[in-house]
């Protein structure tokens, strides 16, 4: 498990709406932002979390792309502390880490008391 996914808890984060990150908070979520900012990695997250887990046999095929480039992808959400990974014979079985999402989805929360804006 990576330094990154070791780390992410869900209480340790303000909102970006109510106080400026800190700098050692920003070098801790960068990693996860920047995995999420391939639209790729993005469309494998999004597959990945619309279900409790899902193989890699299941995920290849719905890209044009080789498989050692679809596990590259997967690797880098892996080491961002996104998803973990189970294999399972010849396959791999990936799953959300519900932690990692809650910390982003903490700092991406508007508080009530933010006026709406366009």
Known sequence: MSKQAERADPG?????AVRPMAVEQ???VAPMFK???DPVRLRLMSMIASVPEM???DLT???ELSGPTISHHLRVLREAGLVD????GTWVW???RPAAFRQLGALLALPASVPAGT
């Open 12 to 16: 340790c984060c303000a909102p970006l």
């Open 26 to 28: 920003a070098a801790e």
């Open 35 to 37: 995995a999420l900012g």
């Open 55 to 57: 193989c890699v046999c």
């Open 61 to 63: 095929p719905a890209f």
């Open 85 to 88: 990974s189970e294999r399972r």
């Open 94 to 96: 990936y799953r959300v």
